[in-house]
């Protein structure tokens, strides 16, 4: 799969490399997905002329991923074959067919005394889990469960991993069969997910994730069932969050106004601030309470589209298109969905139930 990465100037950023262009030479490019013999995960830096080549690839589902060198600027990125989702510094979404060379997947960079705009931050999920051995067979069939029939095998990656995903809790093999057995029972996907979603368990990690997600910390046994128990009777996370960004613990990791207010827009919109955003911040944390200036930012449209991309990123382990981000930024902002929905459905998609299937063995 050959690529080929790009410096850009100011004046010709268009995500298409140009003579005049100086390429930038060792900047770390990441390949990692799923091809059909397993997990990849590779790195090389650019050549001299800028170029990176991953060799002998076999065929799978791939993303591409540039460390932002120093000293430049994020510039236009431009997606070639076999083309995927373009995000920041990332294509996925790879889908590479056998015998397929992929090229001009170009990372564009900015060189010069244009001002830094915002930096992303970077953002991760994985799928973990694995299906629990039934029989003697499927425990000398390496690397691929062959012993177990596709549907069976389906179900059963189905539900370890929306269990892994909502719980945290790897299922054994009577309780993937039993879940299995519900399946078959007539209980639906959305059902299954739904069940999940309201049980302890599932509570316990929300609670967990929204205190590590903020305070950077585990939730105390106290104030993890209390927010359990909040969560039970509908609360809602985004109101969790509203009060934990503006707890006193929260504001004394950050004592200062512009460590504050940074911190506020890197652990709300994923984005360091540039210096007028950051004074734009600062004078709203002086006008209202913390609180309003915290529910701004996270019911903002940036603010949304950064959480329904964390929803994307924990359900099926990829980043929300801009059309995606769109089409859920508007019934959540009227009142008519939420985040928790939106994840509901996701795990109960046929995108999450392929993923687990050609993940979870």
């Known amino acids: ?16 490399r140009d003579a005049s262009e100086a390429p930038i030479p060792g900047t770390t490019v990441t390949l990692t997905g799923f091809s059909d013999k397993g997990p990849v995960n590779l790195s090389m830096l650019t050549n001299a002329a800028g170029e990176y080549k991953f060799s002998d690839l076999r065929p799978g589902t791939y993303a591409l991923n540039e460390t932002q060198p120093a000293g430049y600027a994020d510039g236009k990125d431009a997606i070639g074959t076999p083309g995927g989702t373009s995000g920041n510094d990332v294509f996925s979404a790879i889908q590479l067919p056998a015998g397929f060379d992929g090229v001009n997947n170009d990372f564009g960079e900015i060189k010069g005394d244009t001002p830094q705009p915002p930096t992303p931050l970077p953002k991760t999920a994985n799928l973990m889990g694995e299906l629990p051995i039934i029989s003697k067979v499927q425990l000398t069939a390496i690397p691929e469960p062959v012993a177990i029939n596709a549907q069976l095998r389906g179900e059963m990656a189905f539900v370890v991993g929306s269990t892994i995903t909502l719980t945290g809790q790897q299922l054994n093999a009577a309780q993937t069969l039993n879940a299995v057995d519900q399946l078959n029972g007539g209980v639906t996907p959305t059902a299954f997910v739904n069940q999940l979603w309201v049980s302890d368990a599932h509570r316990v990690l929300q609670a967990n994730v929204l205190f590590n997600e903020v305070l950077n910390r585990a939730p105390t046994a106290a104030e993890q069932a209390t ?13 969790i969050k509203e009060d934990l960004f503006s707890s006193a613990e929260y504001q004394a990791q950050h004592p200062t106004t512009d460590g504050l207010a940074t911190a506020l827009s890197e652990d709300i919109l ?4 540039g210096t007028q955003s950051l004074q734009a ?3 709203s944390m002086g006008n209202q309470q913390l609180k309003d200036v915290v529910h701004g930012l996270l019911t903002s449209d940036a603010g949304l589209a950064n959480q329904i991309d964390d929803v994307y990123l924990a359900t099926v382990r990829r980043s929300a298109t801009a059309a995606e981000i769109q089409t859920w930024t508007t019934p959540i902002k009227a009142g008519t969905t939420t985040l928790d929905d939106l994840a509901q459905r996701l795990l109960a998609s046929q995108e999450f139930y392929q993923l687990a299937f050609n993940t979870i063995h």
């Open 270 to 273: 994923s984005t360091t601030p």
């Open 227 to 239: 927010t359990a128990v909040s969560l039970s009777t509908g609360t809602s996370p985004l109101s």
């Open 1 to 16: 799969m050959p690529t080929t990465t790009a410096s850009a100037t100011p004046a010709r950023n268009d995500g298409v």
């Open 281 to 283: 911040l600062v004078q």
